[in-house]
């Protein structure tokens, strides 16, 4: 079982539809979690993180992570074609090294 | 802004050539930095960590001798792919950790050993 598990879609949803995008761990000492987004050949891009759990909204993103349930959440609201790309969910410890999905290919349907 | 820029952004070698991609850390010093790889829709793979001023560690089943990892700098670390084969060919990438807490990534290297 991997510690990390997440849908690979691929998701295709219309243009200003609510996104929800979804990661399950097994770990209960992972403390700090993430949302980063990829474009096709790019480096991922930091979204949110959040420690412990709890939401935080960043404008049309907001992550939620439920200990309890060991569940990591991203919403995104009133999405936009340029939403369309790869979004990773990352856990770690507190000790630098994250542990990864598999990452959830998202496209927005104009 | 950008926290983490890697150079080149793209190269293409020949099979036994040797291949060095610089990572440099823009916004804060950095005694640690991390070097992944990732395949076409796969997630990342992390290779090894660099230690400013001491040895890289590396990661279970990553070739030391073929990937050389050097922390010159507290903002710069290099890793250097030796006598690339085509299945070195891939997508590298950089990060910087912030604290403990999570990593920004750099915006990759593509490798094309031919």
């Known amino acids: 079982q991997k510690e990390v598990e997440q849908d690979p879609g691929p998701l295709s949803v219309p243009e200003g539809a609510i996104v929800s995008l979804n990661c399950t761990y097994s770990n209960s000492a992972f403390q700090y979690f993430m949302w980063y987004r990829q474009y096709s050949r790019k480096g991922p891009e930091l979204l949110m993180y959040t420690y412990s759990s709890g939401n935080k909204e960043d404008g049309r993103f907001t992550a939620q992570v439920d200990k309890s349930s060991k569940y990591i959440s991203l919403f995104i609201r009133d999405s936009q074609p340029s939403d369309s790309a790869t979004y990773l969910c990352?856990?770690?410890?507190?000790?630098?090294?994250?542990?990864f999905g598999t990452g959830t290919r998202l496209t927005i349907i104009p | 802004g950008a926290v983490v820029s890697q150079h080149p952004s793209r190269v293409i070698c020949k099979s036994g050539t040797s291949v060095k991609i610089e990572c440099r850390s823009l916004d804060f010093q950095a005694t640690t930095m991390f070097w992944y790889r990732q395949f076409p829709k796969q997630s990342l793979m992390l290779m090894a960590t660099?230690?400013?001023?001491?040895?890289?560690?590396?990661e279970q089943g990553v070739e030391k001798d073929k990937f050389l990892i050097n922390h010159a700098s507290l903002t710069l670390s290099t890793l250097t792919v030796t006598s690339a084969h085509p299945e070195d060919s891939s997508f590298y990438i950089c990060?910087?950790?912030?604290?403990?807490?999570?990593?920004?990534f750099g915006p990759g290297t593509r490798l094309l050993v031919l």
């Open positions: 990060s910087v950790p912030l604290w403990q807490e999570t990593q920004y």
């Open positions: 660099s230690n400013e001023g001491s040895k890289a560690t590396y």
């Open positions: 990352a856990s770690n410890f507190g000790n630098e090294k994250l542990t």
